[in-house]
């Protein structure tokens, strides 16, 4: 089993900066990748940025140059700083782990930009 908890959250004012943390544990050893979605009421679940295993980095093309995926190993963390924060970033952030063909979930966190 995997466990996944985000932390971070919150309200920020259009171009402000917040950073999510997502702290794994359980059977980890092996993944593939970790990273982060996000969804907003009425969409599909939107894939943001991930960091695979051999610390391979890549982020969706509307968060390229804001956003930044990041990895403790030693903790079992995955980060992503946000800066330049806009409205259309709103949205509940997920943090995954996908491990030999399987995809665990965080329960999310939300993410609030006000204009």
């Known amino acids: 089993q995997v466990q996944l908890v985000e932390s971070g959250g919150g309200l920020v004012q259009a171009g402000g900066s917040l950073s999510l943390a997502c702290a794994a544990s359980?059977?980890?050893?092996?993944?593939?990748?970790m990273g982060w979605y996000r969804q907003t009421p009425g969409k599909q679940r939107e894939w943001v940025a991930r960091?695979?295993?051999?610390?391979?980095?890549t982020a969706t093309d509307s968060v390229l140059g804001r956003f930044t995926i990041s990895r403790d190993s030693a903790r079992n963390m995955v980060y992503l700083q946000m800066k330049s924060l806009k409205p259309e970033d709103t949205a509940v952030y997920y943090c995954?782990?996908?491990?030999?063909?399987?995809?665990?979930w965080g329960n999310g966190t939300l993410v609030t930009v006000s204009s």
């Open positions: 960091e695979y295993s051999d610390g391979t980095a």
């Open positions: 995954y782990l996908e491990r030999f063909g399987l995809t665990y």
């Open positions: 359980g059977s980890i050893f092996g993944f593939k990748s």
